[in-house]
């Protein structure tokens, strides 16, 4: 499976623990107990850096909500996630 596609099953499936998103795809995909083991952690560590995002987010956000304050904060915003994603993964390689 590649990175991008469990990142997406991820992110979607907020509802759910680490556990349950690996135990699911360990059914549905065959992994070896170690596999899964593996798989867990990079789950888990998917999860870690959703949080960290969202903590950047929202500790960026502007306490005065000027128009001006807002206007930055989208403007900052938007050039992180454009350099994220214009950002060569190794998955690509």
Not at 1 to 18: D, F, H, L, N
Not at 44 to 62: D, F, K, T, V
Request: glycine letters at 4%; hydrophobic letters at 35%; charged letters at 35%.
């Amino acid at each position: 499976m590649a990175p991008s596609v469990m990142a997406k099953i991820v992110a979607k499936r907020t509802g759910e623990t680490s556990d349950e998103i690996a135990d699911d795809l360990a059914s549905r995909y065959s992994w070896t107990p170690e596999e899964k083991r593996n798989r867990i952690n990079i789950i888990r560590g998917m999860r870690a850096a959703e949080r960290n995002l969202c903590m950047n987010i929202r500790r960026s956000l502007p306490m005065r909500r000027r128009q001006s304050d807002i206007e930055e904060f989208l403007g900052k915003l938007d050039s992180d996630f454009r350099a994220s994603e214009a950002h060569d993964s190794d998955e690509f390689l």
